[in-house]
């Protein structure tokens, strides 16, 4: 078992889930408007729909994996093409980070973990990177690939959990320092475009 592996998927993990997105503003914004309990309510709701895609990629990605090694380089390739490509949207994106308190109805904390969860689980786009990110972190040749695929799910939602909920506890110190800051939006903008760059090259360099 390769703990470098999974230490680096950790530590990657954390830089992504640190780095500006709408599932974290939106996790800020609740708990700025409505209160911490809220926000961590939201956080379990987005955890939750992960289990979802980790399943569909864990038994869709095995299964290809097992069949051919071909097929296992044409997932690689796509991954890798795919995080290129989502290295190209954030260097086109705007490096601002907008906070916009209004228009957001209060819910119950039901409500926020069912919307947190439903977002998650609707949004194509979360099975397409966890497609794109875990092939390349596979990290034992005794484990199975569905098992070491779930175990990089989860290791991915406890990271995202802890990175998410601290956003949630430190709500309010964290909004009012990224609306006073100018510069970390650019910063975490770069990060977050070397650390696509650099996952797809490491998938691309990835054996089976």
Known sequence: MDYDVLYTFMITTAILSISPGPDNIFVLMQSVINGKKYGLATVAGLMSGCLIHTTLVAFG????IKQSDTLFFIIKLFGALYLFFLAYKVFRSDASVNLL?????KKTLGQLFRQGFVMNVLNPKVSIFFLAFFPGFLFSESLSNVLQFYILGFLFILVSFLIFGSIAVMSGAISEYLKKSTKIGVVLKWLQIIVFIGIAI???LSEK
């Open 61 to 64: 990605v095995s299964i290809l």
């Open 101 to 105: 308190e209004t228009g957001i109805p």
């Open 202 to 204: 490491f998938i691309l």
